[in-house]
């Protein structure tokens, strides 16, 4: 599935070897159900593209419980600027984006956005729609690869909303139980009443555990295009707040071939 038809994300007619393949980049949103590891997937592209030296920008969308502080130490941060003082502003341009966006110390390719420790959706005055948007197109502008990791609750959240609307592909998310894919399929209502495009979502099943079975999974959503296996290794660094880590243990490997194979079929 490419981006958009007719478009520069467009692939070429002829496939190239997986080891030539060009990566043309766009906005990819990362959105699903509470607790199927939006944050966690959306970092791990990021890291990826950025390991891969690909100019990438990681926007946590998250007010209620700022993902700042829950996904790298502080110490690995150039400075602590907030994505709240850049939606509060009457328009969003390029200018204060760029004043905004942290960069990793350890990845010069990735920079962040996002809310700091102990902020939340009042700390800032209210933003809206008009806001959101001028920040996703600042960011199309500022780097060829946008990944951002969208608030479950959308019909409250602007910037997720926004995002999910604007982007290029969306990853969807549900871990393999019966809540998770309940509350996906209560808010396709929502979805569909505000126009999104459902042809460019990935449908993903996450956190797959030996004795799970996703047949019921897909007779509920579909196809899934995608798989993510529970990592022990992945469940640690969550917990300890280091989704930048390399994974290096033997039952991420199969995590980390999704997160390949995402990169490539999505920005590919």
């Known amino acids: 599935m490419n981006f958009k038809k007719n478009s520069i994300f467009s692939k070429s007619s002829k496939t190239l070897p997986p080891q030539e393949q060009v990566l043309h980049g766009g ?24 390991d891969k030296k690909k100019n990438v920008i990681l926007l946590l969308c998250d007010m209620t419980a700022p993902m700042l502080p829950c996904i790298c130490p502080p110490s690995e941060l150039e400075c602590e600027k907030s994505l709240g003082s850049i939606l509060a502003a009457p328009h969003v341009n390029e200018s204060l984006v760029k004043y905004h966006m942290i960069t990793h110390k350890k990845m010069n390719h990735l920079t962040i956005l996002g809310m700091l420790k102990g902020e939340n959706e009042y700390s800032y005055t209210p933003f809206y729609e008009t806001q959101a948007k001028e920040l996703i197109d600042s960011l199309r502008k500022i780097a060829p690869f946008i990944v951002i990791d969208c608030g479950s609750y959308i019909a409250n959240d602007v910037l997720s909303a926004v995002a999910l609307m604007n982007s290029d592909a969306i990853l969807r998310l549900a871990n393999c139980d019966l809540k998770s894919i309940s509350y996906l399929s209560s808010q396709l209502s929502t979805l569909q009443s505000a126009g999104l495009d459902f042809d460019k979502q990935y449908k993903c099943a996450s956190n797959i555990k030996a004795n799970h079975s996703i047949d019921h999974m897909s007779g509920a959503m579909g196809s899934l295009t995608f798989k993510f296996p529970h990592s022990s290794e992945i469940e640690q660094q969550y917990l300890e707040g280091n989704l930048f880590a390399d994974l290096t243990l033997k039952d991420s490997r199969e995590f980390r071939r999704e997160i390949e194979k995402i990169v490539k079929e999505v920005f590919g």
């Not at 949103?29 to 990826?48: C, E, F, M, R």
Request: cysteine-free.
């Open 27 to 50: 906005v990819l949103a990362v959105w699903g159900s509470p607790g199927s590891g939006k944050t966690t997937v959306a970092t791990k592209i990021a890291k990826y593209l950025a």
